[in-house]
């Protein structure tokens, strides 16, 4: 089991910036694609972005899309949300995953996760 530790969240106004990082144990990280995930009080929790293991693709939710950037540092373990022009709609407790196969924006196809980073956008 992949250990993830997901960091960077805070409080931002709306039209700000935050990155979010994720760190993962193991040694066998760029075998895997990864993606985050966000769920706000009272919702389901939905798909945000995913990237393959090697960096060559990267898919994102049409809310977040042009805003929202993933990446990955393989040689460190680490996946990356950078996020521009936020929106108060934004506001969710953000989680990375593992991806292990099926309908890359279903939780159902993630079976690692992080503890969530919390992210709050004030109008």
């Known amino acids: 089991q992949v250990q993830l530790v997901e960091s960077g969240g805070g409080l931002v106004q709306a039209g700000g910036s935050l990155r979010l990082s994720c760190s993962a144990s193991g040694r066998t990280f760029s075998n895997y694609a990864m993606g985050w995930f966000r769920q706000a009080p009272g919702k389901e929790r939905e798909f945000v972005a995913r990237?393959?293991?090697?960096?060559?693709?990267?898919y994102y939710a049409d809310s977040v899309k042009g805003r929202f950037t993933i990446s990955r540092a393989n040689a460190k373990n680490t996946v990356t949300l950078q996020m521009n022009s936020l929106k108060p709609e934004d506001t969710a407790v953000y989680y990375c995953?593992?991806?292990?196969?099926?309908?890359?924006?279903?939780?159902?196809?993630?079976?690692?996760w992080g503890q969530g980073t919390q992210v709050t956008v004030s109008s």
């Open positions: 990237i393959t293991g090697s960096a060559i693709s990267t």
């Open positions: 995953a593992k991806f292990v196969g099926g309908s890359y924006d279903s939780p159902g196809a993630y079976d690692s």
